[in-house]
């Protein structure tokens, strides 16, 4: 197997646990010369950043009403401006922080147990699941189970308010085993019944200032014992999580969600690096072994970005701050992530996003370069206009963090190098910007 040198590896570890070629340290320069150990000490250390850019205070929601007394509109209204207001403040941090392993794990965990603000209509709520994945997204994965599993905005997007013994909803225990703990292939139909059966009595409570609550309400709950997964006990929402996380393909799936994201889409782990990941401890020591297993060093094993990863990594090489932006940037911006395919707190689905060739669409190369264009006129560009015109798509491989220009990649900045705006724009666009190396 091929594999990256040191300088090259602890590039490629800023891309994949930030947005860009930039962490804890500063530059990719700066790590490489820590030597790697270092720089993954730095990169995975658990400690917030303090400078970081506050939640927002959102506030609570108006009362609904009725359509007739316009407060229907009104409550629409605001659903909509919380959301703007929280969208772009995740941003801000994600463009802003020293330490983007933080932002960039909560992106990962906020794609894993994908919630969609479309229809919790609830911006707190939605705040309120992703300091959830924020704080406990380092550490053992049955805690950010068990808080999920009770997360209003989770429960409300997968119809479990409400979800009582003459009722029982299915879906918040289907997605649980399916897609959050277990995987496919690893329960049968009649596990998530009785798992159902298992979670009801929760229901979401929408009373007073708008801190929705998980409620356990007994007398909606199913009396007697449940059987899953071959135990049959009178199974408590925690307990039903614990049970889940104890079986054997609950460590290897989340290992294997964490390296299509840090490694390859395509590529999986071999069965010896999955058995070595997966009995690592908690998600930090997963995480860690991801990154320290051979594959990731593999030149082969390219990622394609993701649009808040492209959008991110554009604002923090340029420099630029979305809660600076106001009216019409703040809307382009907003309008790229739309049209580009990822807005944060808004998945398509309970599955979360795309990944790989997926995000390289003609659609969204147009997206990118209307963004590109715009992001050239808002940024910083200094250093790339007080540099020479022939040094100028190096300035730009540097800045972007881009390795090398290919050859046809070189010969169309190089054209183009006399006009620094443009250059940058085409750089943004280059098929070389569009990937983690």
């Keep these: 197997m091929a594999t990256l040198d040191e300088r090259a590896r602890v590039h490629r570890l800023l891309q994949r646990t930030g947005f860009g070629s930039t962490g804890p340290t500063g530059s990719a320069d700066d790590a490489a010369g820590e030597g790697w150990d270092r720089a993954l000490d730095r990169v995975l250390d658990t400690a917030d950043d303090p400078g970081a850019p506050p939640p927002p205070d959102l506030g609570p929601l108006p009362e609904r009403g009725k359509a007739a007394d316009g407060a229907r509109q009104a409550y629409r209204r605001a659903v909509r401006e919380q959301?703007?207001?929280?969208?772009?403040?995740?941003?801000d941090r994600m463009a802003a922080t020293e330490r983007p392993w933080i932002e960039k794990r909560t992106l990962l965990w906020h794609d894993h147990w994908a919630t969609s603000v479309q229809k919790v209509k609830s911006g707190r709520a939605m705040l309120a699941q992703n300091q959830t994945l924020r704080s406990l997204g380092a550490g053992e994965f049955r805690t950010l189970a068990r808080a999920m599993v009770q997360d209003p905005a989770l429960m409300l997007w997968l119809d479990a308010s409400g979800n009582t013994a003459e009722a029982p909803n299915e879906n918040l225990a289907r997605e649980l085993m399916e897609l959050f703990v277990l995987g496919v292939g690893h329960y049968e139909e009649d596990d998530v019944r009785q798992a159902a059966a298992a979670l009801t009595g929760w229901s979401v409570d929408r009373r007073g200032d708008g801190e929705w609550k998980a409620r356990f309400r007994p007398q909606r709950h199913a009396d007697g014992?449940?059987?899953?997964l071959g135990t049959r006990t009178d199974f408590t929402a925690t307990s039903l999580v614990d049970h889940l996380v104890a079986q054997p393909a609950c460590p290897r799936h989340?290992?294997?969600?964490?390296?299509?994201?840090?490694?390859?889409?395509?590529?999986?782990p071999s069965d010896d690096s999955l058995d070595r990941i997966a009995a690592a401890g908690d998600?930090?020591?997963?995480?860690?072994?991801?990154?320290?297993?051979?594959a990731f060093a593999d030149p082969?094993?390219?990622l394609v970005k993701q649009p808040v990863e492209y959008v991110v990594g554009t604002l923090r090489a340029l420099g630029i701050r979305p809660a600076r932006l106001e009216g019409k940037a703040r809307g382009q911006l907003l309008r790229t992530l739309g049209g580009l395919g990822q807005t944060p707190f808004a998945p398509p689905s309970v599955g979360g996003w795309p990944?790989?060739?997926?995000?390289?669409?003609?659609?969204?190369?147009?997206?990118?370069i209307g963004f590109a264009q715009q992001a050239v006129r808002q940024g910083h560009l200094d250093a790339v206009r007080s540099a020479p015109a022939k040094e100028r798509?190096?300035?730009l491989a540097r800045l972007l963090g881009v390795p090398a220009w290919s050859e046809g990649t070189g010969?169309?900045?190089?054209?183009?190098?006399?006009?620094?705006?443009?250059v940058a724009a085409i750089a943004l666009t280059a098929p070389e910007y569009l990937v983690q190396p």
């Design 83 to 91: 959301r703007e207001e929280l969208t772009v403040w995740w941003l």
């Design 411 to 422: 010969a169309v900045l190089a054209d183009a190098a006399g006009e620094p705006e443009r």
């Design 300 to 302: 082969a094993n390219v």
């Design 254 to 268: 989340v290992a294997s969600r964490l390296w299509a994201r840090l490694v390859s889409a395509e590529n999986g």
């Design 283 to 294: 998600l930090t020591a997963v995480v860690r072994a991801i990154l320290t297993d051979p």
């Design 355 to 368: 990944h790989g060739a997926a995000w390289l669409t003609t659609a969204a190369a147009r997206v990118r």
């Design 225 to 228: 014992a449940q059987t899953v």
């Design 393 to 395: 798509p190096g300035e």
